[in-house]
T-cell receptor, first 113, second 113 residues
Framework: GENVEQHPSTLSVQEGDSAVIKCTYS??????FPWYKQELGKGPQLIID?????GEKKDQRIAVTLNKTAKHFSLHITETQPEDSAVYFC????????????FGPGTSLSVIP | DVKVTQSSRYLVKRTGEKVFLECVQD?????MFWYRQDPGLGLRLIYF???????EKGDIPEGYSVSREKKERFSLILESASTNQTSMYLC????????????FGPGTRLTVT
């Protein structure tokens, strides 16, 4: 069935270090891969996405990579700051009879000052 | 800024009670969604709506129903609450221009005792 796996489930890094979160998906029809950040007490917020015809995308300190052959995609955060501490969700999305979005289980990132 | 509000942040109900969770968005979005969020499972879609009076089942609709009488309001109904419905419930809205560009409310933490 449709599934998105995400690793690690928890991640602690020192301020200034990089953080990497990896996801795999099962459905070959997936062609959009968004990432969401959920801060404490708030709903998830879309922070970046990548489409299936692109291998890499960067936005300031955040970059995403996609390997469609292997069905892997990753989020890279460089020069981490305490405000990066949150739960991050990857997702795979595609259009069928309706817009389908399957979320990964989430990664709790802690940036230690 | 898009604003999605949910009627309660915390709710405690007894088994068998009928529960209403209300969601209101102020951006004239056509699409609205209800998710539940559980640790280790990510977000799972319960129901969604693409238009007033229209509703579609998501991945886990059992035990839930919805109502959309006005474009800005989408209600989730638990006809007879059970303890396994204890969870965080998130409402989202979107324009539908891309399937995953959804704006989330802060969530309602529901406890059923």
């Amino acid at each position: 069935g449709e599934n998105v796996e995400q690793h690690p489930s928890t991640l602690s890094v020192q301020e200034g270090d990089s953080a990497v979160i990896k996801c795999t998906y099962s459905d070959s029809a997936s062609n959009y891969f968004p990432w969401y950040k959920q801060e404490l007490g708030k709903g998830p917020q879309l922070i970046i996405d990548i489409r299936s015809n692109v291998g890499e995308k960067k936005d300031q300190r955040i970059a995403v990579t996609l390997n469609k052959t292997a069905k892997h995609f990753s989020l890279h955060i460089t020069e981490t700051q305490p405000e990066d501490s949150a739960v991050y969700f990857c997702a795979a999305s595609w259009r069928t009879s309706y817009d389908k979005v399957i979320f990964g289980p989430g990664t709790s990132l802690s940036v230690i000052p | 800024d898009v604003k999605v509000t949910q009627s309660s942040r915390y709710l405690v109900k007894r088994t068998g009670e009928k529960v209403f969770l209300e969601c209101v968005q102020d951006m004239d979005h056509e699409n609205m969604f209800w998710y539940r969020q559980d640790p280790g499972l990510g977000l799972r879609l319960i129901y969604f709506s693409y238009d007033v009076k229209m509703k579609e089942k998501g991945d886990i609709p059992e035990g839930y129903s919805v109502s959309r009488e006005k474009k800005e309001r989408f209600s989730l109904i638990l006809e007879s609450a059970s303890t396994n419905q204890t969870s965080m419930y998130l409402c989202a809205s979107g324009t539908g221009s891309s399937p995953y560009e959804q704006y989330f409310g802060p969530g309602t933490r529901l406890t059923v005792t």
